[in-house]
């Protein structure tokens, strides 16, 4: 097993470290799924291991993660079909603003304009690797602004 990361995020400001791990993981429709019934919501993606990348690792690394959000009482899409379910989708952010009595949109914004928008009673979110990494065969890169602001 690999030394993954295992974060958790129960705060908005814990929302800013859970996106910068996340930053340049690869996913598909087919690898999000959203339970009205439990409120949970779950992402399953590549990871690319920025906490690994220019340390002492010689090569560039990735992992299988999953992001789990419970609590969500609604889930929003724009730009994202289910009609296709092996599209790649690329993360750029996760972005968070807190609402009252510690409800939450969290928003996840993809290359490509696609967004998903989770209306969460509050956070709670976790981030685990899963498995053992493997090299990658590129490095994550962009150009512009990547906040996912209008």
Known sequence: MSEGLKLSAMEAEDITVLSAAMVGSITSPGE???????????????????EKYGSSTPSALRVRSGLFFSDILSV???????????????????????????????????????????????????LTDVGDPWKADGIPSYEGDITGSD
């Not at 999000?32 to 920025?50: D, E, G, K, N, P």
């Not at 724009?78 to 690329?90: A, Y």
Request: include cysteine; charged fraction near 15%; charge should be negative.
């Open 76 to 126: 929003k899409a724009s730009g994202i079909s289910q009609g296709t379910p092996t599209s790649v989708m690329e993360l750029l952010t996760i972005s968070c603003t807190s609402g009252e009595d510690g409800a939450a949109e969290i928003r996840l914004n993809f290359a490509g304009g696609g967004i998903l928008c989770l209306d969460a009673e509050c956070i709670n979110v976790t």
């Open 32 to 50: 999000m799924s959203y339970s009205q019934t439990v409120r949970h919501f779950t992402l399953t993606a590549s990871r690319f291991m920025w």
